[in-house]
């Protein structure tokens, strides 16, 4: 019932120190020096870093696209997320134009019930916005606990909204004080250079990369970015990937927008010549926005560290290369979209951009897990390490390398995009409201005991007279 | 020996929560819920706000100035910051080309001792350098806990150093892991402004605001980033006061250069027309850089908003109406720089700022104590609310109202540039290392308790190598 | 036959010298110091500017739009343009969705036919692109000698584009070596905004302006700037008003895109409020892209100062207040989209700009004549004074004072923009290939003799192996 | 007495057509279809361009500099300008601080006398501004028709201005209507590299470019701007070579300043890996700004397209590699700075910039020539083919190939930057004041026959009201 976290150095998005913490009911009750143990389970992270537990503001997991489905379901994904050292997950639950928006929620809570190993949210995807899903989605946003919606400008055929109906969501969206996260890219555009592409006989991986150049996303970004501005609405970029999306979003927080913007770990450490590689090896790397040339790498990193991007999510949607990457085998355009990354994107974040001195270490625990939850109303419940918040806890051992590799990884597919890489740090033990998940690196929880949770966004921070009353 | 403050809402730059805490020997030993009392001393802090200590990193006490002085010194100054909210303020020791700075040192030291009333450290000021002060330089640096050092780009015959030296000084600074701190102005070309001017006849206040364009801030401010960046040292803007200088920095931030800024409240909420009053009433707003026209203000609270400036100097600087603003009666040249701000710089951030929504509480705290803290090397020792830091404590009620006035304030000086002004919020009791300074509302500190810290700026945050060793 | 103009002072895009001009057969033959008359009928022009015919690339004649027509049709319109010293007009011939383009032209044919007192060519509108139009696009753009296609991204209702066929208009136009012109305001969410002010019984003209936030204007613009550029396409932006706009212009002309700008004198001179005058006066100044707030204006001047803007368009599109604006009386978007500017577009531009100092007479001629004649493929046979060009050619007194006003324009509309301003300099004399249309501020032409100009646009300078051959 | 040019294609600024044209008195007195030649000696340019000649405006002949002096004087620098399509020269007269600027002239008009085959002016170069040197300059300019003004923010050691003295020459020539040129780079920081590479052993040429960031060039080109902007003055920032110095002047010009930028055949074509080639071959490749990484030149290139860049300096100052570049053999420092670049630079922007379609042919005579006559007050006397204008003419053939090479070059130094390079295009025969210089590609001038020209800068273009005067 009562855990005392000893010796560990505790890490937060501004703090660092060595204290005790001890854990009463799945909540943090007391931080301090050399606190009793009294009777609770002792958790010994002398000389590790004691950090909030990650949140993945970006998975799909059990997602149906293009008439397959992706490999990792709520059981084997939440699962190797805890391994990666994440304890929460927002997934994506797509809503189709025909059905009513609260079909498409019980659907997901049918997927993730008796499953999830950690704890979850729903972001609410919406393609189009008929008086009938007008009326419905605030309800159905206030009844969910849902504070976020997302919207597609990209894939034309599948997912796309109108400018029209990107509008009205950030309308909907700021009544609501909820926020709106979008795909960034031109997908008609794109549709016709594809169209293109195709019709010149290119059919190899590289051209899902030429097919959608960073152009597309700058502009779309900024078209996003413009109308949320006119709705008054909040508006997240999600993984974004170039120097042009990034300008966009630079410049209109410069302006004092409410705009946010995630990043992905192979946006900041892969680069679009992996798509060029002999044979079909480069369906491993096929998803949607590619991956850029180098040298938009190093301006992510820089924005970063200036905290103009604030979040890292990992677009998890795993697609294995035998059989379902393979679909695309001879057309670049039917290879599924997506990666496996909810394992590694901790890792790698932690490795590429802590332990090589891109990014402070308060950093790093405010993009993999802080920022993630205020911006979607976990906060203060997660996100933190604090009297009063659950002990979501990640034992961190900065020291130890680990190779990355498909046959050791946890994820449900038979490739890994980082094959061989080696990192720095890693996991060692992960508490979800103060129960182990992962214990010396063994997976120890409980399938299904992850719980849904419901968020709110509050307008303004509580002040004096709130706590008053 | 032993206080517990209790039923306070705990406001970090990252968290707040309900909790209490426990003091020992002047540092935090304990965060939790119901915390036993067990002898201690108890601070009721029931519906307040419970934060860091404000850290002010720039002022001017007791400082010569054109044949006259600051009206505040280390008593008068220290005990307004007191009531203000600040409990270590990082003053400009001042050093004078022909002078060891070994002396400028001593005879700062010998200005505080005895005098005041919270902690304190200081930033050295080159104007010049030699072969020998090149070599005094790192010695004193280390032997004094110094981590920062000041350059002057402006005032022209009193400070201004060369850009020879100012780029020596980044030299020396990034050897040592410095932050030099520069005045951005183009002192030059102001001075033949300030000429032309006068030979024009023209004598009023307004004049100073008009001789010293937000072009040459910005100017300056570029030069000093370059130069910054070419030597590879860490470079601290003071008091931005303007767009043109914002631009600078934000595009340097977006390059990835280590660049901070500070902007100081009267830039954020005065403008250029208060020394466009009638008769000399002007002569109380000058200071350099001057206050600009108004839209400036909406830049630089966006700034603050999206974490391109990091910090809240007051640049406090104090010379009474009566007397020592009136030597410039006849030309606005003579107007001694610099204006009362120690005191109220936390209520105007607070009440202008997190009171009207333009940036959250959590960024408050950061700008006011925790971001400074951080970059001039006082942290974990100060700047936080975390078990092992000093007790350096401000109990704030956020739902009082107090009108600002020199009446009421306690400044050593005869104006006040906020005269009838109201602000929301306001410090109730303040604790330097576990101990009342203020309580309720009145000062019960002691004069001279204050000390000197030493500071050292590490190069890479602790890991667990460090950490086990 | 032969006409020699004598002791002017011939003003190009480059040059200002004193010469005269011997014309033949409608073309100059010959320029030089004291020519010989050898019975040619003399022109006088002593003391006055002898400038290239100014080109109009932007008029909307005998125009249908929501259930009315434009009241200047191809007489009374080309007859003002003559007062105003334009000698040749680029009319928008509009086609629909469900015809045959060559049904369009035929009709614009129709339309002009037997009226233009000018000469005169088509920029042809596309609204989709069907597998049919697609095919016959090309065909027409040759066998009418058109090199420039337009496509609204505004008028969701009426003329709006998708992305799609915006993105296929520049596929087929790089293919041509045409240019596409491009209306660029987001449709979709303006009629959304147009739809809440509606509800909101929001009813005023000022909403016109309300409801077409500056923001569209430059997301649109950045929209067509990227697609244009993915096409590989030349991009012309109509009517520019915003600073928006402007820098997404600026910046891809920085990045060596092929992006051509226009604005329009009441973006130069007129602003926002002209449609917030009590009653229902703001009427006469509802047109699209609407006024802007004044500050825009500084921003426009100055892109055309430095050449970032090319051309000027009128945009001529008149509806006389009594009858046609009062449709919107009751409804602001009622209020048909357009004002009379085909007569005044020369002299605003001169007085307000070259006798203010704002941009050189050069770059004068440049803009109303010589720029568009290049991007449009007139050039050298419209557009310039040089030896072998068409002899249009305005004789203009740069020191005469006009006061503009609807008693005595010219165009068949019963209100002027610009009622009771002055501006300076006035056409005296306006010859169309040596044949005066205006003499001595007099009509004297052909109604019915304008011609309709073919035009091609060639791929690369003429070079000497061309000339060679 | 008279010539008549037959069967070219006139190019100018704007303008491209075939006429002959008429020359008397050295003077273009008509131009016309078929003229008549009447005695005149026929110059058959059948099949060639005829343009203005070639205007260089940044030359350095005779110039002393480190104890050496450039190996072209007046004789052999005028002779290879010829050779090269250049007809005017404007040269820097060098001034020292301690003599009065008058001896400087007289000595560089010394210098001249007797040996130019061209005609030239000068610019005059300010180095320190006493109260004599004050009353001075005003004076000197009147009397010496001199329009522009030099002022070096490099070369700590020689010829550096302090920002004092910059401001104060931005001031004087604005009173005059001058404009100043500026060396944009920082003196003093630079220094300081150059020292820390000396004292880190570092001796070879790349080192040149090394100590040299172009940030310090972004930097002192943005402080020009600001001065020259608070002065009231134009400014023209001569040899710009990288993407830092650019987005000052395009954000200047942006903003409405009267800023010009000029840049060289070199920084257009040649990287610094020339200065890394083994040996000392490097050191052929020393001048200041040095050449920049290959990136830059496409900044430049898009500058010049789209007009942010006005004019190309040849930015002449040879120094052969035997006995002079090798003064600097073991120490980079002590290389002579500057290359030979008056011959090629016609050659280089047209076969680079025109045949390979980077820039317009129109652009590229206004570059070359007419943009500079008229910056530096020679227009309209130079710098087209007007009537009224001298007969300065360039026949040029577009189609000629030929090598650039040490052997046949005009220049008196041992080496070329370009050896070996194919060019497109060469001036066959060039014409000063209607007299040949050179005649199919022979030198026929006479050595002293050039012209010293007085020049004057209007403040405004003319007008009717002048012309009628
Ligand atoms: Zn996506
Ligand atoms: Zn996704
Ligand atoms: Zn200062
Ligand atoms: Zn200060
Ligand atoms: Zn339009
Ligand atoms: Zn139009
Ligand atoms: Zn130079
Ligand atoms: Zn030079």
Redesign the pocket.
Known sequence: MKKLITGGLITTATDMYEADILIENGKIVQIGKNLAADGAEIVDATGQYVMPGGIDP?T?LDMPFNNTVTDDDWESGTIAAAFGGTTTILD?CLSAGEEKLTTAVDKWHEKAKGKSAIDYGFHLMISDLTPETETELPLLLEREGITSVKVFMAYAKEFQATDRTLFKAFKIAKDMNAVVMV?CENGSVIDELVEEAKQAGQTAPIYHALTRPAELEGEATKRAIELAHIAGAKLYV??VTCKEALDEIISAREKGYDVYGETCPPYLTLDQSALAQPGFEGAKYVWSPPLRPKYHQEHLWNALKAKQLQTIGS?Q?SFSFNGKKQLGLHDFSKIPNGGPFIEDRFSILYSEGVAKGRISIHDFVDMISTSAAKIFGLYPQKGTIAVGSDADIVIFDPTVKREISAETHHMNVDYNAYEGWEVTGEPISVLVRGEYVIKNKQFVGVVGSGKYIKRALKVKPKTAETINA
Chains 1, 2, 3, 4 share one sequence.
């Open positions: 970006h799909h994506f795909h999600v993984h677009d949607c």
